[in-house]
């Protein structure tokens, strides 16, 4: 399936999707609209759409913590759990409001493997 928009996404599913969240790391909070995050941004647009997922997907960047993240929501649990075990994403409870919310930093390394994941069949290697 393809991303959607936020406000498309909200107005079919609610709240009910699946959060993954990337904390960027190597971004400071001053930089959020910045060239180099916008390239991270696509970077995990471009990972997702190396993968099969069966339901749609929505990502965006919010500076509402404080601090740069990507936001990536999913219409079915397993996409989201690809996705989560893939970038060995934990649990939390920052955000109560979606079905299920989990959380990785996203910092040099990870991107790296981002990276090379999009040239090694979607296999990331964070070493």
């Given at each position: 399936?393809?991303?959607?928009?936020?406000?498309?996404?909200?107005?079919?599913?609610?709240?009910?999707?699946?959060?993954?969240?990337?904390?960027v790391t190597s971004?400071?909070?001053?930089?959020?609209?910045?060239?180099?995050?916008?390239?991270?941004?696509?970077?995990?647009?471009?990972?997702?759409?190396?993968?099969?997922?069966?339901?749609?997907?929505?990502?965006?960047?919010?500076?509402?913590?404080?601090?740069?993240?990507?936001?990536?929501?999913f219409e079915e649990?397993?996409?989201?759990?690809?996705?989560?075990?893939?970038?060995?994403?934990?649990?939390?409870?920052?955000?109560?409001?979606?079905?299920?919310?989990?959380?990785?930093?996203?910092?040099?390394?990870?991107?790296?493997?981002?990276?090379?994941?999009?040239?090694?069949?979607?296999?990331?290697?964070?070493?």
């Amino acid at each position: 399936m393809s991303a959607v928009s936020w406000p498309a996404f909200l107005l079919s599913h609610g709240h009910a999707g699946h959060l993954v969240v990337a904390v960027v790391t190597s971004v400071g909070a001053d930089e959020v609209g910045s060239l180099r995050l916008r390239a991270i941004r696509d970077l995990v647009s471009r990972v997702l759409r190396s993968y099969d997922l069966a339901g749609a997907y929505l990502l965006t960047v919010s500076r509402a913590s404080g601090f740069p993240e990507i936001l990536c929501v999913f219409e079915e649990t397993q996409d989201a759990d690809v996705f989560a075990v893939s970038v060995h994403a934990g649990a939390t409870d920052r955000y109560p409001e979606w079905a299920t919310q989990r959380t990785f930093r996203l910092d040099e390394a990870m991107e790296g493997a981002l990276a090379a994941s999009l040239l090694s069949d979607g296999e990331i290697d964070q070493r």
